[in-house]
């Protein structure tokens, strides 16, 4: 059975720092290009994130540019999202996602594999 499982979420601070974490297990997403994606209360899941199978490529949302930081350990099959300067709108559920095709940038409408999410909420 093919797991992402996301971990790293809680409560913090406004200028606070979080890192997640996804682990993948029961496949190797070694040649997927994985990300993270958001979803606030009321809103459309958006893409934060994204990286390419082999860690060279990388794109981030607006918002998360200069903040945020995608990696990953393809030995680990494991991808991290560090999260810098939180701000009270990055409050969200945060889902990792690995996209259906090889050698591809992940999408919302590509993505094949999800986790089932981790809460971020950033307080003022």
């Known amino acids: 059975q093919v797991q992402l499982v996301e971990s790293g979420g809680g409560l913090v601070q406004a200028g606070d720092s979080l890192r997640l974490s996804c682990a993948a297990s029961?496949?190797?997403?070694?040649?997927?290009?994985m990300g993270w994606f958001r979803q606030a209360p009321g809103k459309e899941r958006e893409l934060v994130a994204a990286i390419d199978w082999s860690g060279a490529v990388r794109s981030y949302a607006a918002f998360a540019k200069g903040r945020f930081t995608i990696s990953r350990d393809t030995a680990k099959n494991t991808v991290y999202l560090q999260m810098n300067s939180l701000k009270p709108e990055d409050t969200a559920v945060y889902f990792c996602a690995a996209d259906r095709r090889e050698r591809a940038m992940v999408t919302l409408s590509t993505a094949g594999y999800w986790g089932q999410g981790t809460q971020v909420t950033v307080s003022s």
């Open positions: 029961g496949r190797t997403f070694s040649r997927h290009g």
